[in-house]
């Protein structure tokens, strides 16, 4: 399995689209610092709630823009390439005919799939928190929208939280971005039917807008509205799309 995963973060990391697009994705955070900066620290948890961004309170709305980029651009362009880009160029036949368990391989591209994202959230959560904290107004205490004031402490654990339900939602799309890869006959076909479940899931039911305002949805659970439907619609998500997943990549004719 550790060799499998080297592997597989070699191959990763030796594609130009993955460095092109974590590029593209740093140049985003620096313009949306600079974009806030500009604009005196305004921003809005939805269309009737604007906020004055301060020390403390900052972080999470760097997601705003820069969550929808990870949704439709950068989820949907590394797991297609990972799971249907080897697939269709062939460079997975030679994996395959090598005496190892397909669960394994499989495996092996989630978790570094899940890796990197992981760690594009929790470098955006760092960046944006040490931006608030010198570029923003000081205060001791502040609010986020329906809570209590809250304490530099209680505030880090709250953007902290609320980073930690956007990686979540981020799992759920790369499951649902493999389905569509292993189903799908090629790398455009996948792209789009990812974005196509994105966005026709809000035609299914309201929760799974999430996927496409994805700060305003974790705002209004955090300040304690509509909990049980998003919690619920994840975990149904996240356990469907990865079951499929196994279940079709373990029996598909790959070799045919």
Known sequence: MKSLLLSE???TFKRKKTSIGIGIYFFMIVLQCLFIYLVGGVSFYDADHSVQLNSINTAPFFLRELGLLI???LIPMFVVDSFNGEYHSGAL???LIRPQKRV???LAKWLVQAS???ALTFLT???ATIFGQIMM???NETTFLNTESLNLFEGLLYTLKFYGMTYVVFLCVIGISAFMSI???NPIMAYMGTVACLIGGIYISDQFIYFIIISDSIFNVLGNSGQYGFYVSLLFLFVISHIMNVGIWTRKQWMG
Do not use: A, T
């Open 9 to 11: 973060y070699e191959r």
């Open 71 to 73: 949704n439709f651009i």
């Open 93 to 95: 036949r030679l994996f």
């Open 104 to 106: 394994k391989l499989f």
């Open 116 to 118: 990197l994202f992981l």
């Open 125 to 127: 959560w760092l960046i």
């Open 137 to 139: 107004p000081h205060v």
């Open 183 to 185: 189903v799908m006959p």
